[in-house]
T-cell receptor, first 117, second 115 residues
Framework: GAGVSQTPSNKVTEKGKYVELRCDPISGHTALYWYRQSLGQGPEFLIYFQGTGAADDSGLPNDRFFAVRPEGSVSTLKIQRTERGDSAVYLC???????????????FGPGTRLTVL | KNQVEQSPQSLIILEGKNCTLQCNYTVSPFSNLRWYKQDTGRGPVSLTIMTFSENTKSNGRYTATLDADTKQSSLHITASQLSDSASYICVVRWEERRGSYIPTFGRGTSLIVHP
């Protein structure tokens, strides 16, 4: 498969638990984005990586959210002490670059639907 | 606050008809604007992208327009097909700070095409 993949496709957890969501970008794409999409809403920017570093994490809602991309490819979004309000679809996207005014297209994965009971 | 507003929220049309979706934004400074199509349960897929200097961009039966002065964009779908049923999302990219270009998504227009 040449597209962006995300696992798991669905995750149900209990309030207060820790979860990890994984994103496998398209091979060779240096930029990787995480978004959160609530029902009936457009995606909300969380963080993007250029290579291994978080180039902008201004969208992370609070310190319970953290993301890593240690080798510049796969990324993991980590959520601690989950709350019911964290329930949403978490989308990942990748592109060839995100520098400056680049308009390179972002390719989205199918998302992970997180439900916090 | 940078915002992207889309209208209508939802739209139902008959197969074969045309329709136009609207996007107004207050994002500044503007970098580019994309229209995405998002099928249920899938990630968004880019249809068109427009920069400040472009007024019209077509992709098959999809035609996007941009008026950077009034900060308005439209997506026109010609001869609609059942497969056009989806959410159409307008995304405007802006420079939050030097070198950091953040995309702001609209809520989308839900289009349903009936046979």
């Amino acid at each position: 498969g040449a597209g962006v993949s995300q696992t798991p496709s669905n995750k149900v957890t209990e309030k207060g638990k820790y979860v990890e969501l994984r994103c496998d970008p398209i091979s060779g794409h240096t930029a990787l984005y995480w978004y959160r999409q609530s029902l009936g809403q457009g995606p909300e920017f969380l963080i993007y990586f250029q290579g291994t570093g978080a180039a902008d994490d201004s969208g992370l809602p609070n310190d319970r959210f953290f993301a890593v991309r240690p080798e510049g490819s796969v990324s993991t979004l980590k959520i601690q002490r989950t709350e019911r309000g964290d329930s949403a679809v978490y989308l990942c996207a990748s592109s060839t670059t995100s520098s400056g005014q680049s308009i390179n297209e972002q390719f989205f994965g199918p998302g992970t639907r997180l439900t916090v009971l | 606050k940078n915002q992207v507003e889309q209208s209508p929220q939802s739209l139902i049309i008959l197969e074969g008809k045309n329709c136009t979706l609207q996007c107004n934004y207050t994002v500044s400074p503007f970098s580019n604007l994309r229209w995405y199509k998002q099928d249920t349960g899938r990630g968004p897929v880019s249809l068109t992208i427009m920069t400040f200097s472009e007024n019209t961009k077509s992709n098959g039966r999809y035609t996007a327009t941009l008026d950077a002065d009034t900060k308005q964009s439209s997506l026109h779908i010609t001869a609609s097909q059942l497969s056009d049923s989806a959410s159409y999302i307008c995304v405007v990219r802006w420079e939050e700070r030097r070198g950091s270009y953040i995309p702001t998504f609209g809520r989308g227009t839900s289009l349903i095409v009936h046979p």
